[in-house]
């Protein structure tokens, strides 16, 4: 099965390196919903992942770097989107395939920490900054065969929407809601790319 695009593919060459890596990761998943960012700390992550603290600290040297691999390399749901040439049925299944993954209890908390740590923390907030290009780069790989590709504001313009809804309105995000999003956002986005546009390439 082919991984999907939003998710980092790390190369170590020795794969008992990975296997170690693989399983801290899991258990720092389970442990995150239960115990908060503040509570996962490298000691309990070793502990319970039976590796050493300077072996957590080779992969990640500090804690955005373990919340940012946490979030991009979530569990494989096995409903991200396939490229394809209408510009509708991407975004509307790559937002389905965002609102999902944000609801795993550990990728919701580990957003929301890395989220709240960023305006004080420069990891947390290089991190934000990583997580929003990886997922951009993302859905313009997935909108190559329509021959679309959207910049960092037309971006914001589609994904913005949802975890308004999910954050701020701390709702339930519907299929209904999605195709609504969606349908305002094509709109948009015509509208942004029709010559004389004040923004219009």
């Known amino acids: 099965m082919q991984q999907p695009l939003h998710r980092r593919r790390p190369t170590p060459s020795n794969p008992r390196v990975q296997r170690t890596r693989n399983r ?45 691999d946490l979030i991009l390399e979530g569990p494989d749901l096995g ?5 394809g040439g209408d510009v509708r049925t991407v975004a509307t299944d790559w937002l389905k395939s965002l609102r999902d993954g944000i609801s795993e209890p550990a990728i919701r908390t580990a957003v929301l920490a890395v989220t709240a740590q960023a305006d004080h923390d420069p990891d947390s907030a290089q991190a934000l900054e990583r997580i929003g290009q990886d997922r951009r780069a993302a859905l313009n790989k997935l909108l190559e065969p329509s021959g679309v590709q959207i910049d960092a504001p037309e971006y914001t313009l589609l994904y913005g929407p949802v975890l308004a809804r999910l954050f701020l309105d ?26 004389g546009a004040p923004n219009a390439s």
């Open 170 to 195: 701390r709702s339930h995000v519907t299929d209904e809601f999605i195709d609504t999003v969606v349908a305002q956002w094509l709109t948009t986005l015509e509208s942004l790319r029709r010559p």
């Open 24 to 68: 801290v990761l899991t258990v720092a998943r389970e442990l995150l919903p239960q115990v908060g960012p503040t509570g996962l700390t490298y000691a309990l992550l070793a502990e319970r992942a039976e590796v050493t603290r300077q072996t957590l600290y080779r992969h990640w040297p500090n804690r955005a770097a373990l919340l940012f």
């Open 79 to 83: 409903n991200y989107p396939k490229p």
